[in-house]
């Protein structure tokens, strides 16, 4: 069976708060990320493995955390236990077939120039074409465009141009579970398969 090394923060953990403490996880899990690892487990061995696996506290912080998150999702009971028996967490860099993580690149046998090195965002703060405003933003800026709500394909609709450097599913992606945050976090509001932006503007695109 080949080993997947699964990355915890910004892969499954979506980390909206950022970094608090090796065993402080407290953001709800990426959207489909439990259903991911459900599938996939029925064909990889796989490793969860993050900074937080140095120590034994991390570790089952991270255990605790994904196994609250699998009883509570859809899965049955008997497929949420096998899932949870089969889940890795080595202390140590395992050695994988494919490694999954927000923040790398992969190595081409080009070395990357410390531009693309400093140019580099996870996902969830790809910058669009602007160069200034993140995912977050612009579907925000869409919305109060739209003062009736829009339904996701509204909405992907325009913010979709306005991405580049990722396909076109990659960007459908990113714009639904950036929605996803933004409702989680208060900044849109979601009804009836319609979303709408009220309030004050959000000024922490970062912590999205
Ligand atoms: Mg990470």
């Known amino acids: ?37 459900a599938k996939m487990a029925e064909k990889y061995e796989l490793c969860i493995f993050s900074t937080r696996s140095a120590t034994t506290e991390g570790r089952e912080a991270m255990r605790k955390a994904i196994a609250r998150w699998v009883f509570e999702s859809d899965l049955s009971d008997e497929k949420a236990a096998h899932l949870m028996g089969t889940l890795k967490f080595p202390k140590s860099k395992p050695s994988a077939w494919l490694t999954l ?28 074409d602007l160069g200034q405003t993140t995912v977050g933003q612009r579907i925000y800026e869409a919305l109060q465009g739209m003062p009736d709500g829009a339904t996701i394909d509204e909405l992907v609709g ?16 990113v714009i639904i579970s950036t929605l996803n945050r933004l409702v989680d976090a208060g900044y849109v509001q979601g009804a009836g398969g319609r979303y709408c932006a009220p309030g004050p503007k959000p000024v922490i695109w970062d912590d999205l």
């Not at 923040?103 to 996870?122: C, D």
């Not at 325009?158 to 992606?173: H, K, W, Y």
Request: glycine content about 8%; overall charge negative.
């Open 1 to 37: 069976m080949k080993t997947l090394s699964i990355d915890f923060d910004g892969v499954i953990h979506s980390y909206t708060s950022g970094w608090q403490g090796a065993s402080e996880i407290n953001d709800p899990p990426v959207p489909g990320a439990i259903k991911w690892l």
């Open 101 to 128: 993580d927000d923040r790398a690149l992969t190595f081409t046998g080009v070395f990357p120039g410390e531009e693309q090195i400093e140019s580099f965002r996870p996902w969830y703060k790809r910058e669009n």
């Open 158 to 173: 325009q913010v979709l141009p306005r991405m580049i450097g990722l396909s076109t599913a990659e960007c459908v992606d």
